[in-house]
């Protein structure tokens, strides 16, 4: 079965201190991973994806097939990065996404 | 990236009255959009696949004769809730995915059936 699991709803940190999101999926195919991200009051928007192999906003994720995981990580948070993060997979040729439960990342202060 | 809009961003309505909700494409032909729902502090859940010109497709457990779907062009789609009931009450989602499988999002609908 497809699924996306992020285990973490709330993640609450000091400004500066590194983040790890976790995402764990499960997929039988080549998967494809997202991570979106949903600032107060706006939409959920496009953080980075694995095939791309960037780093946004100082965020990096390596896709590790045989820990089936998608973690995401930051080594320095700020508090602009307050806001949910979903963790997706992407289900084949369809386009559709299947997402985790979400992980709300709070930065203090 | 794609600029997705939804109309309307907040709806109010009785329960047993139908409800249309709009998803526009505004920069791009999309051939398939998505529609889901987000329950309060959860994530979100696909309920269909819109593909413009043919029938949607439904994921398990969600009644087509309840979510009614059109996407009756590149850059519409949308989502009739019929009948609604308090129970329906959520957060509507489009998204509209591009060629390399990227989604982009609209702002939601929040539905709230009295």
Not at chain 2, 66 to 94: G, M, Q, R, W
Request: aromatic share 12%; net charge positive.
């Amino acid at each position: 079965a497809q699924r996306v699991t992020q285990p973490e709803k709330l993640l609450s940190v000091f400004k500066g201190a590194p983040v790890e999101l976790k995402c764990n999926y499960s997929y039988s195919g080549s998967p494809e991973l997202f991570w979106y991200v949903q600032y107060s009051r706006q939409c959920l928007q496009l953080l980075l994806r694995h095939i791309s192999r960037e780093s946004i906003k100082g965020f990096t994720a390596d896709l590790n097939k045989g820990e089936t995981s998608f973690h995401l990580k930051k080594p320095f948070a700020q508090e602009e990065d307050s806001a949910m993060y979903y963790c997706a997979l992407g289900s084949g040729n369809t386009g559709k996404l299947i997402f985790g439960q979400g992980t709300t990342l709070q930065v203090k202060p | 990236g794609a600029v997705v809009s939804q109309h309307p961003s907040w709806v109010i309505c009785k329960s047993g009255t139908s409800v249309k909700i709009e998803c526009r494409s505004l920069d791009f032909q999309a051939t398939t959009m998505f529609w889901y729902r987000q329950f309060p502090k959860q994530s979100l859940m696909l309920m269909a696949t819109s593909n413009e010109g043919s029938k949607a497709t439904y994921e398990q457990g969600v009644e087509k004769d309840k979510f009614l779907i059109n996407h009756a062009s590149l850059t519409l789609s949308t989502l009739t809730v019929t009948s609604a009931h308090p129970e329906d009450s959520s957060f509507y989602i489009c998204g509209v995915a591009r060629d390399n499988n990227e989604q982009f999002f609209g702002p939601g609908t929040r539905l709230t059936v009295l």
